[in-house]
């Protein structure tokens, strides 16, 4: 027969098909299985109502079948096939897909589970990435002639009658000589390399896929001293067929669903959460979403890239979607499972629409409501889901102008001065009646933060102080700003201070009486403090840091390790002395005796940024000072 041209158009289309659409060349399998589905899917939903078909459910199977000395791969199915003239529609015109009209015709009373796949009729012409020459030998239900079409690509087609046995098709793909790349297209006449794609693209796709796999097994009769093995080879099924997550809950055991994760996402332990999800409607989803028990090594660098799976009707499009979760969810391990997604046209992609939209505001919501039961219910596994996952919620908070605050003030977690971790909602219910603000302490260590003196005057008052140790804690309840009414106070900001009026005016009269040395002390530490003060909280100390603004000390030095802080911001510093310490005595000794005076205000200044747990800008001044000091 002579060969018949494609139309122009088609032509440079079949070359954008073959060298632009699709990303990875693995893709093809992926897309001939899926029409493969179709076909035997539809010929299933016409057994509904033809007896003459003669075959059930269970009888519809695909197979692949790799041939080495030939370099051929062959897909065959055993679904309703095509005749010449769909053979003709359907290969011979580009994007015209056979599936998106049985879709259309498709009587919903009595279409059952039927499920097709394809829409847009271009999946097929994925095979020409590793193929040079297709054949297609397919024969339609109901008729007795069979046909084959061939084509080596975009210089056309043709189509001619031959013989075949039993109904459905077979596409035989001529594999590429290997290029510049090793193994670049003989690895898809491997079993091993053909039994992966299947298991990771069309593991879920509802009618078998059988490959012959070789195994090896030990020779009968062969000595126990001596055992000897041959290679044999058996038809399997390499699919699952029914995803986990479409069965019902109630069926399914937590062995099966750790199982599965373990599996499926590469993790040796157990998830610390399983969330099973469906919803109905506008967009219509299942969902099977796992919350590991530890963070994986590279969760909290930049290499970490969140997203969940994503299937159309069974078959992965995506490995990772990173639109179906939030960043602060971004731990959330799991997949998705939607009939109602608008893919591209080479299903590798997403068109950004209202129904994707929808199932990630679903998603987030239903992962914030089990976290939220997990925190009022099983307190101990949040705590350890907290301690892996909860800096990603804190940075929730703050990121993007505290956006997503709301949402997440709930569910983040706080060490206490009451030795526990505790909620923003725990602390406001056991505040004390007189009690006006939530006070917290910013540090490296909860051990370190519960002897600052600014923090030992608050707990003295039998106030609950929050020890907040990570870097964003701070800057979360900045951007937080109150929690039911209350507002955040750090006990080391200059109007934290609690006082009764009494200890206020003994504070102004021991201010007065020492003006003179307060403003020596301010002279000799410069810009480096913004006033020196008395102190009206410190009992055992000497002395203390407070700040005045809303840079803290702990914000000060968070900020400025940042990569790319040129302009360093600057906390405004009070340095507070203890009147009623013996070392207030010793200065006011040496009021006068300004070279003393020096030394003291430095070494003292010094031993408060210490506190703080800051460095000192010279530690070498500082040892000569102390050591001159104690030589006296």
């Known amino acids: 027969m002579a060969k018949k041209e494609f139309k122009a158009e088609s032509k440079r289309l079949l070359e954008l098909m073959i060298h632009s659409i699709y990303t990875h060349k693995e ?51 055993n679904g309703i096939g095509m005749s010449r003239e ?26 059952g589970d039927t499920d097709v796949i394809g829409q847009f009729g271009v999946g097929f012409y994925s095979a020409f990435m590793v193929a040079d020459h297709i054949t297609v030998i397919s024969k339609k239900y ?24 039993t109904v459905g098709t077979d596409i035989i793909l001529h594999l590429r000589d290997d290029g510049d790349e090793p193994d670049e297209y003989s690895q898809y006449l491997r079993e091993g390399t053909l039994a992966r794609l299947v298991k990771k693209y069309s593991d879920y796709i ?22 000897e093995f041959e290679d044999v080879r058996e038809w399997e099924t390499v699919n699952s067929m029914v995803p986990l997550w479409k069965k019902n809950k109630n069926e399914i055991t937590a062995e099966e669903y750790n199982s599965f994760y373990k599996e499926k996402f590469y993790d040796w332990q157990d998830p610390l959460k399983v969330i099973h999800t469906s919803a109905e409607g506008t967009a219509t989803y299942n969902a099977l979403l796992f919350i590991p028990a530890k963070a994986p090594m590279d969760y909290y660098s930049r290499d970490y890239e969140k997203g969940l799976q994503l299937y159309a009707s069974g078959v992965l499009i995506m490995e990772k979607c990173a639109d179906l979760l939030p960043d602060y969810f971004g731990f959330v391990k799991g997949l998705v499972d939607s009939q109602d997604l608008s893919l591209n046209i080479s299903r590798e992609m997403l068109q950004h629409d209202r129904q994707l939209k929808l199932i990630a505001t679903r998603i987030e919501k239903k992962i914030a409501s089990e976290l939220k039961s997990m925190l009022e219910h099983d307190r101990e596994n949040y705590e350890k889901f907290f301690e892996s996952f909860g800096l990603r919620l804190k940075f929730g908070m703050y990121e993007n102008y505290g956006i997503n605050k709301d ?57 609950e102080v929050l020890y907040l140790t ?31 009026e009494e200890e206020k005016q003994a504070a102004e009269k021991q201010a007065e ?27 055992n100390h000497p002395v203390c840091i407070t700040t005045d603004g809303a840079i803290s000390m702990e914000m000060e030095k968070v900020l400025n390790s940042m990569p790319g802080a040129e302009q360093k911001v600057k906390a405004e510093q009070i340095f507070e002395l203890n009147t009623e310490h013996p070392v207030f005595e010793v200065l006011r000794r040496f009021e006068n005796d300004e070279d003393k005076l020096k030394k003291y205000t430095e070494v003292l200044y010094d031993q408060a940024l210490l506190i703080e747990g800051r460095s000192i800008e010279d530690p070498v001044a500082y040892a000569n000072n102390v050591a001159e000091l104690l030589a006296q």
């Open 27 to 77: 893709i093809f399998l992926r897309e001939l299985l899926s029409n493969a589905s179709d076909a035997i899917d539809k010929l299933s939903y016409r057994s509904l109502t033809d007896e003459g078909v003669g075959l059930s459910r269970g009888d519809f199977a695909i197979t692949v079948t790799p041939d080495a000395e030939k370099r051929t791969l062959t897909v065959s199915d």
């Open 86 to 111: 769909e053979l003709e529609e359907n290969l011979g015109v580009i994007a015209n897909s056979g599936t998106f009209r049985f879709r259309q015709e498709l009587d919903p009373e009595k279409a």
């Open 142 to 165: 109901g008729e007795e002639q069979a046909y084959r079409w061939e084509s080596s690509g975009a210089d056309g087609y043709t189509v001619d009658p031959c013989e075949k046995e």
């Open 206 to 227: 509802r009618f078998p896929i059988r490959m012959e796999m070789t195994h090896s097994r030990r020779k009968e009769g062969s000595p126990d001293d001596k055992p």
């Open 407 to 463: 949402k997440l003030k709930d569910l983040v977690l706080f060490r206490s001065s009451t030795g526990k971790m505790r909620t923003l909602k725990e602390y406001v219910q056991d505040m004390k009646e007189d009690q006006t603000c939530i006070y917290y302490a910013a540090g490296e260590t909860p051990e370190r933060i519960a002897h600052l003196p600014q923090t030992e005057a608050v707990l003295d008052r039998g106030y």
């Open 470 to 500: 990570d870097d964003v804690d701070e800057f979360a309840l900045m951007v937080l700003q109150e929690y039911e009414g209350k507002s955040f106070k750090n006990v080391a900001a200059e109007d934290a201070r609690v006082q009764t």
């Open 513 to 539: 009486e020492n003006k003179a040395l307060l403003e020596k002390m301010k002279t000799i530490l410069g810009e480096r403090v913004k006033d020196v003060r008395v102190s009206t909280t410190l009992k």
